[in-house]
T-cell receptor, first 109, second 112 residues
């Protein structure tokens, strides 16, 4: 069964304390892996797309990487405004998308 | 740009009632989709469309109908509402199926 698992469920960081979020997947024939950010009461907002193992994407304090079985979202020197829930989604064959349950990140000033 | 617009933002229904959740996008996107988001479950795909006149089922399609008569609009119909359909519903669109999706701000639906 296709599955996406994110860890940890919740993460509290001091401002400036770097860390990584994990997204592991068991989807066969991955077509793409997507990272989104979701703020309370809002829809997810796109961050990155990764299509093949070894690919990396970077934007400000965020960097996403992809292997054959998992993806990492690295957050370097986070700020309070980075506090949000980070969602991982994979595109499987047949135009299906599967989302993880997310990592709730809190950055404390 | 308005992006993806969902209406209504909030709705309360009684069991057995029917209703339509509206979704419109102004970006000329071919791919549109509907998700529900429940605590501890993540976003789950209900139905999707790869273009006008074409729809298909996602992971949790039971109890919902969709149609896509235009590129811009993709309404979701609840045929006979059940308490298990209480959720937050998100509509999304993308240029093509393998492109990043743009999400609306959701419809919060409660069924009593």
């Amino acid at each position: 069964e296709d599955q996406v698992t994110q860890s940890p469920e919740a993460l509290r960081l001091q401002e400036g304390e770097s860390s990584s979020l994990n997204c592991s997947y068991t989807v066969s024939g991955l077509r793409g892996l997507f990272w989104y950010r979701q703020d309370p009461g809002k829809g997810p907002e796109f961050l990155f797309t990764l299509y093949s193992a070894g690919e990396e994407k970077e934007k400000e304090r965020l960097k996403a990487t992809l292997t054959k079985k998992e993806s990492f979202l690295h957050i370097t020197a986070p700020k309070p405004e980075d506090s949000a829930t980070y969602l991982c989604a994979v595109q499987a064959p047949g135009n299906q998308f599967y989302f993880g349950t997310g990592t709730s990140l809190t950055v404390i000033p | 740009n308005a992006g993806v617009t969902q209406t209504p933002k909030f709705q309360v229904l009684k069991t057995g009632q029917s209703m339509t959740l509206q979704c419109a996008q102004d970006m000329n996107h071919e791919y549109m989709s509907w998700y529900r988001q429940d605590p501890g479950m993540g976003l789950r795909l209900i139905h999707y469309s790869v273009g006008a006149g074409i729809t298909d089922q996602g992971e949790v399609p039971n109890g919902y109908n969709v149609s896509r008569s235009t590129t811009e609009d993709f309404p979701l119909r609840l045929l006979s509402a059940a308490p298990s359909q209480t959720s937050v519903y998100f509509c999304a669109s993308s240029l093509q199926v393998n492109q990043p999706q743009h999400f609306g701000d959701g419809t919060r639906l409660s069924i009593l």
